[in-house]
């Protein structure tokens, strides 16, 4: 089953660009060969700074809007992901468990990714 691990990281300063400073990106380099290696992974990127995504938003009547954003009430920013294929939630949770972004006040969100085939 594949399964969606989101990677929060805290805001702590409100830049938008998130504070990894408690995670070396060795640490990173490390994770993401080990999850590569293990035949679980099946995708996964960094996301650039909060401060470059825009919102798209269209209304009832069909016009679109397009804003800088998203400006959430959140301490946390989507910092990028990764999606693997493993048997269960249990696996998929220590996955999330493992990697870097779930220390330093970080989160890894786990999501089932829908099969719409079943």
Known sequence: MKYMLLINTPDTDGSGTGDCDEVAFEEWGAFDKTIKDSGVYVSGEALADLTTATAVRVGASGERTVTDGPFAETR???????????????VALDWAARCPGARGGGSIVVRPVADFDV
Do not use: R
């Open 76 to 90: 946390e920013i989507l910092g990028g992901f990764y999606v693997i294929d493993v048997p269960d939630l249990d």
